[in-house]
């Protein structure tokens, strides 16, 4: 058995591999990031940075499946890539499952425009959701990421660059339920979610509103 400590400030070009570990921190900024053949514990994945973020053939017991450091103004610029994982919310607690995580309310100026991934891919992912609350509606694709942004009277003093698009392809739920975007339809109303019929989900949105 081994134990050890990584800092991530300014890293690029990561790869970890075959590693069972609490967490993956990416603290200021990663540039291009593998994560494969991995367990990560109740931590789970935060990140910030650019580039090709990767991820396959893990377990991820976190909160989220990939959680954007809100402390850094939630910012990933480049794609996410989601391959041939099991995602066990919170580590199996009763919980409403998001699949990516933040908070960025556009009110902060962090000296840096903030970005969500611009495309993220997830194919052939495994949702073990089957402990969750009594009013559980399905896991979604993104948390409410900003609360107060609910209708075009929210003003961000410095934009949030939201994902264009997410493509989905075998997404399954232990617990049944469909997929979602999101509970909070008016920020995410102009991605374009591409399900493919081996997922469930539930097309509710705002798009082109």
Same mark, same amino acid.
């Given at each position: 058995?081994?134990?050890?400590?990584?800092?991530?400030?300014?890293?690029?070009?990561?790869?970890?591999?075959? !590693?069972? =570990?609490?967490?993956?921190?990416?603290?200021?900024?990663? $540039? &291009?990031?593998?994560?494969?053949?991995?367990?990560?514990? +109740?931590?789970?994945?935060?990140?910030?940075?650019?580039?090709?973020?990767?991820?396959?053939?893990?377990?991820?017991?976190?909160?989220?499946?990939?959680?954007?450091?809100?402390?850094?103004?939630?910012?990933?610029?480049?794609?996410?890539?989601?391959?041939? !994982?099991? =995602?066990?919310?919170?580590?199996?607690?009763?919980?409403? $499952? &998001?699949?990516?995580?933040?908070?960025?309310?556009?009110? +902060?100026?962090?000296?840096?425009?903030?970005?969500?991934?611009?495309?993220?891919?997830?194919?052939?992912?495994?949702?073990?959701?089957?402990?969750?609350?009594?009013?559980?509606?399905?896991?979604?694709?993104?948390?409410?990421?900003?609360?107060?942004?609910?209708?075009?009277?929210?003003?961000?003093?410095?934009?949030?660059?939201?994902?264009?698009?997410?493509?989905?392809?075998?997404?399954?739920?232990?617990?049944?339920?469909?997929?979602?975007?999101?509970?909070?339809?008016?920020?995410?109303?102009?991605?374009?979610?591409?399900?493919?019929?081996?997922?469930?989900?539930?097309?509710?949105?705002?798009?082109?509103?």
């Amino acid at each position: 058995r081994y134990w050890g400590l990584m800092g991530s400030n300014y890293c690029k070009n990561l790869v970890l591999d075959s !590693c069972i =570990f609490s967490r993956f921190d990416a603290h200021m900024g990663v $540039a &291009n990031a593998t994560i494969r053949n991995s367990t990560l514990g +109740h931590q789970g994945i935060n990140a910030i940075g650019s580039g090709t973020f990767l991820v396959e053939n893990s377990t991820i017991n976190g909160r989220s499946l990939i959680n954007l450091r809100s402390d850094y103004g939630s910012t990933w610029q480049g794609e996410f890539i989601i391959r041939n !994982c099991t =995602f066990v919310p919170a580590g199996g607690r009763s919980v409403t $499952a &998001n699949l990516i995580g933040g908070s960025y309310s556009g009110q +902060h100026n962090f000296g840096y425009t903030c970005y969500m991934p611009e495309k993220i891919i997830i194919e052939n992912l495994r949702i073990n959701d089957s402990n969750h609350p009594a009013d559980y509606r399905g896991p979604a694709i993104f948390a409410n990421i900003n609360p107060k942004m609910t209708d075009d009277s929210y003003r961000e003093e410095f934009p949030y660059v939201i994902t264009r698009e997410v493509i989905l392809r075998n997404v399954t739920t232990a617990s049944g339920k469909p997929l979602r975007l999101s509970d909070n339809l008016f920020m995410f109303r102009n991605v374009k979610v591409v399900a493919d019929q081996t997922t469930m989900y539930e097309e509710k949105g705002l798009q082109g509103k």
